[in-house]
């Protein structure tokens, strides 16, 4: 009764590595095919994926493992220089695994501003914002209830873009989740680079009242509650 287990765990690691050595063995075989070609409707057919050669019953049933495996790959890449084959691969792991929240914040950033500062002065370099902007856009419609890509898609409004409406905005959708406390004050340095000192004397106002065990965000938001009331006071809204 205990032989038939053992056997079938065997098989299991055996066909693991099997699976494992099919993606490295075969992987430059793929390089040249067009990442357009993996759709959601290949659920029946051969996968393709680019630099990785895979039936649908390895996807299917092994889908941790080809993201594990292409996430290592996308690491080999990076310190390569082949920044344009990154956000196939990364796209490829977000269909596998669209829980995957450091796929959807690495590809993001990859796109606002990696690719983006590489494309300098060209009309492309706009185009590599919105791009990043689209894809937090579906990463956030798969994990509505994170932080995190809230948090990813402000700061490139607020930092990359200089739209600190946006930017205002989507901290404060992050801050309904569970958070870091620099989010709250996220909200507040929006507002001031805005220009619009009255809802960021609030934000700082609010701030004092959540995590109010973090001695630093404390401090830090007293003092910025000061300044933003001198400011206040010298336009007489105080």
């Known amino acids: 009764m205990i032989e038939l287990p053992v056997k079938g765990r065997i098989r299991k690691y055996i066909f693991l590595g099997i699976a494992a050595s ?33 039936t649908n019953f390895v996807i299917g049933g092994f889908r941790g493992l080809a993201a594990d495996i292409m996430w290592v790959k996308i690491d080999h890449m990076w310190h390569s220089g082949r920044w344009f084959e990154v956000m196939p691969v990364l796209r490829s792991i ?23 500062a590489y494309a300098g002065e060209t009309e492309e370099a706009g185009k590599y914002i919105e791009e990043g902007i689209r894809f937090l856009k579906e990463g956030v419609a798969k994990n509505r209830n994170t932080h995190d890509l809230w948090f990813g898609l402000g700061w490139i409004y607020y930092n990359k873009l200089k739209n600190n409406d946006e930017g205002a905005r989507y901290f404060k959708i992050a801050t309904r989740f569970d958070h870091p406390s620099y989010i709250d004050r996220m909200v507040a340095h929006a507002y001031r680079k805005k220009g619009d000192i009255e809802s960021e004397y609030k934000q700082w106002q609010h701030c004092l009242t959540v995590f109010t065990d973090d001695e630093y965000h404390i401090n830090i938001s007293k003092r910025h509650l000061e300044a933003a009331g001198n400011r206040l006071r010298e336009e007489g809204g105080l």
């Open 22 to 54: 099919l993606f490295i063995i075969l992987a430059p075989i793929q390089q040249s095919i067009n990442f357009s070609r993996m759709t959601e409707d290949l659920v029946d057919q051969i996968v393709i994926i680019p630099g990785e050669f895979v």
């Open 94 to 116: 977000t269909w596998m695994q669209p829980h995957f929240i450091e796929a959807w914040e690495l590809g993001a950033w990859h796109l606002a501003y990696n690719l983006y």
